[in-house]
C-alpha cells in the first residue's frame, strides 16, 4: 500500500526541482551597450522564463571569450572583431542573440583627447587606448586614422579598461581614448576633454559592433535554458524599443551613472538579427587593417556567424 504514496512523492519531487530556477552565467561589460541584459533583469523577463542570472564583469570581449572556453560563464557580450578572431583559431562560438549598431542616430563610441589636443598627421608616435588590442575598438580607431592620413603603424594601442581610461589621459598616458557610455558622457561633463571624432561613423553610416554568443559546448548541456535567455533579451529589445525612457532607468542599477545623467546617455542600435554581410564587412575590414589574413579569411565560415536558436543544426 505505500507504494502510491512513494510514486506521488517522487512525482512531487520532480515536479519541484523542474519549478528550481537555471542558472545562467553571463560576461558582460559595464557599459550602456548592455542595457538589455539590464532590462531583462530589473523587468523580470529572465526570471519570468525561469532563469536566475549571474553575471560577471570584464574588460572586454577577448577575455570574454576565454571564460567562454574554459567555461566559467556559459554565455558572453563581445565585439564581433574578436568572434571572428576566435572563430579562425577553431573555436566553436557562435552568436546567440541580439547585435549592437553604431549608426547616426544611435551613437554610442567616440575617440576622446585632452582639451586643446588632436590627432593629426605628423603627429609624433603615440598611444591610444583600447579595452583590449584587437577588437572592434582598435579595428575601427585603425580606420579612422587612415582615413584622416595617420599610418596606424605609428601609433602603439594600449589595453586599458574603459574606467580607467579618462584618468590615463588626464594624466598624459595616452594620447586618446576609443570609449564608450557612459564614459563619454562624463568626459563632455568634464572641462578636460575633447570629442575628436566618432570614429565608427567617420568609417561608416552604420557598423555591426557586438554581440551574445555561447559555444556548442555549452548549448549541448543546457539548451533548454539558451533558449529561454533568448525569449527574455527578445522581449528585452521590444521593451527598450516601446519603453525606452523607463528602460533607460536600469542604467542606474548596473552602472555608476546617477538618475540625472540617464537621459542624455547615447544607446546604440539594438537589432535581433544581424545580416551577415555586415559581419562579411568587418571581415573585409579586418583584412585590410591586417587584423586578419586572407587564408584565414577564406576559411572562415561566415555561416556560422548566423544567429540561430540555440541546438538547432
Known amino acids: 500500500m505505500a507504494r502510491p504514496y512513494l510514486g506521488l512523492a517522487l512525482m512531487a519531487l520532480v515536479a519541484c526541482k523542474a519549478s528550481e530556477p537555471r542558472t545562467l552565467k553571463i560576461g558582460y561589460i559595464a557599459i550602456s551597450e548592455c542595457l538589455p541584459l539590464y532590462v531583462g533583469i530589473d523587468q523580470g523577463f529572465f526570471e519570468d522564463e525561469g532563469l536566475q542570472i549571474e553575471l560577471e564583469s570584464m574588460a572586454g570581449g577577448s577575455r570574454i571569450l576565454e571564460a567562454l572556453t574554459s567555461q566559467s560563464i556559459d554565455i558572453g557580450f563581445t ?19 541580439a547585435a549592437t549598431y553604431e549608426t547616426k542616430e544611435a551613437q554610442n563610441h567616440a575617440l576622446i583627447v585632452r582639451s586643446g589636443d588632436s590627432l593629426r598627421i605628423g603627429s609624433s608616435r603615440v598611444v591610444i587606448a583600447v579595452n583590449t588590442t584587437h577588437n572592434i575598438e582598435e579595428l575601427m ?3 579612422y586614422l587612415r582615413k584622416i592620413g595617420i599610418d596606424a603603424s605609428t601609433v602603439d594601442f594600449r589595453p586599458i579598461a574603459f574606467p580607467q581610461m579618462l584618468p590615463s589621459l588626464e594624466s598624459k598616458g595616452v594620447a586618446a581614448v576609443s570609449i564608450v557610455e557612459p564614459f563619454i558622457s562624463v568626459a563632455k561633463a568634464g572641462s578636460g576633454f575633447a570629442v575628436q571624432a566618432n570614429h565608427y561613423l567617420s568609417v561608416s553610416d552604420r ?40 528602460a533607460r532607468q536600469a542604467l542606474t542599477k548596473f552602472t555608476r551613472l546617477s538618475a540625472d545623467a540617464i537621459p542624455s546617455i547615447g544607446l546604440p542600435e539594438f537589432v535581433a538579427q544581424p545580416p551577415i554581410a555586415d559581419f562579411r564587412l568587418i571581415v573585409q575590414w579586418m583584412q585590410e587593417e591586417g587584423l586578419l589574413t586572407s587564408d584565414a579569411a577564406t576559411r572562415l565560415d561566415l555561416s556560422a556567424m548566423r544567429i540561430r536558436s540555440p541546438a538547432s543544426k
Not at 565585439?79 to 542573440?97: E, H, M, W, Y
Request: aromatic residues 8%; proline residues 3%.
Open 79 to 97: 565585439n564581433v572583431v574578436s568572434l571572428i578572431l576566435q572563430r579562425t583559431k577553431g573555436a566553436d562560438f557562435f552568436p546567440l542573440v
Open 141 to 143: 580607431v585603425r580606420l
Open 207 to 246: 557598423t555591426l559592433v557586438a554581440t551574445y554568443v555561447t559555444s556548442s559546448v555549452i548549448d549541448q548541456a543546457k539548451h533548454d535554458a539558451l533558449e529561454s535567455f533568448v525569449r527574455a533579451m527578445e522581449r528585452a529589445i521590444e521593451f527598450i524599443k516601446s519603453h525606452e525612457p523607463e
